[in-house]
């Protein structure tokens, strides 16, 4: 079993202090990556977001330094084939195991040779070894960190530790990145009237003292809480500020949803109207049945049998108010905008 030097722990400790001091609204950046570099070692380290369901990149971000010259244009349905169904390890991110995978768990190096990955993907810039590890996401929003090399040297259970203890704190430098931008377009509306606005800010002076609440926080504490004597936040905010408030507060009031998140010495408050309660195992097959494939494909991929998807099918029906497979996914591309937005 890999175990870290005490060396390693440090820079390890290091790096996580000094990402969680830079406080941009990109969590990510190239020279963040050239740090990451540092931990683990490779000639390439990217960082990509994807949207798995609509087929569409989000962002791209490679480290600083780093030479994609060799890099080829790959046809986008070649693309998304190779990383939904024959990329051995976004497939199984893709199925919920958000460990660090490598290449080579699943495939030799003569498999890998004989691959299409390796033709279109691996082969024009060099690549004999990948790595990545996944922040935990939705298919429809994946993020995923990604070590190359060209060198021949396959990456040690040493380096896949280093990944898999630094992922939590990966996962929380994207959310607080994610809080602050909600948090600025939140405070760029503080001069302008209420309107129903779904966002609002709370600027702490004390633990239940706010020293200044936007009026739409003062109506989405009405609404969501028994109003507080003297203008202090409800109990049940105050308790988990004193919890340490490391995760988003969540309350609901039939179909609305109010999200309290921290940022500093600042609360961003945000409601949206939940108006369909799906599982989770609905919304992966959703996911699935959005990119085309069949009942009997999606049993595969998710290692259900084609009844129990088609059982899915048939309870998500009725939430969605369809009756079709292709109703249900537009209802339900419009169910995770909505989320996002």
């Not at 722990?9 to 969680?20: G, N, Q, S, W, Y």
């Not at 330094?65 to 084939?81: C, K, L, N, R, T």
């Not at 059982?311 to 996002?340: C, M, Q, W």
Request: glycine share 6%; aromatic share 8%; with cysteine.
């Amino acid at each position: 079993m890999a175990a870290l030097s005490r060396r390693d722990a440090e820079r390890l400790l290091h790096f996580v202090a000094e990402a969680e001091s830079l406080g941009d609204d990109q969590p990510f950046t190239p020279e963040l990556l050239v740090e990451l570099g540092g931990l683990v070692e490779a000639d390439w380290v990217t960082y990509c977001e994807l949207d798995r369901v609509r087929l569409r990149p989000r962002c791209s971000i490679g480290r600083a330094g780093d030479d994609y010259s060799g890099e080829e244009e790959i046809a986008p349905h070649v693309f998304w084939q190779i990383v939904i169904e024959e990329h051995p390890v976004c497939v199984r991110h893709q199925r919920g195991v958000f460990t660090a995978l490598k290449v080579t768990d699943f495939l030799t190096r003569a498999q890998l040779r004989r691959s299409r990955l390796y033709d279109t993907w691996f082969r024009p810039l060099g690549v004999d070894h990948e790595l990545s590890v996944p922040i935990p996401s939705p298919l429809w929003h994946t993020k995923t960190f990604l070590f190359d090399r060209a060198d021949g040297r396959d990456f040690t259970e040493r380096d896949r530790l280093v990944l898999d203890l630094l992922q939590p704190h990966l996962t929380r430098l994207w959310e607080a990145a994610n809080t602050r931008r909600l948090l600025r377009a939140a405070l760029a509306r503080l001069d302008q009237p209420e309107n129903g606005d779904s966002s609002g800010v709370i600027l702490l002076a004390g633990a239940e003292c706010p020293g200044f609440t936007s009026p739409s926080a003062r109506r989405l504490i009405r609404d969501f809480f028994q109003p507080e004597a003297g203008g202090r936040l409800p109990p049940e905010l105050a308790r988990w500020l004193e919890a340490g408030a490391e995760q988003p507060f969540r309350r609901h009031r039939n179909e609305r949803v109010l999200t309290v998140r921290r940022e500093g010495d600042a609360l961003l408050l945000r409601e949206r109207r939940e108006v369909v309660r799906l599982t989770r195992r609905e919304r992966e097959v959703l996911s699935w049945v959005a990119r085309g494939k069949t009942n009997a494909q999606v049993a595969e991929l998710l290692w259900l049998s084609p009844s129990t998807v088609r059982k899915h099918l048939e309870n998500v029906y009725p939430k969605l108010s369809v009756n079709t497979r292709t109703a249900a996914v537009a209802s339900f591309l419009g169910l995770i905008d909505a989320e996002a937005s």
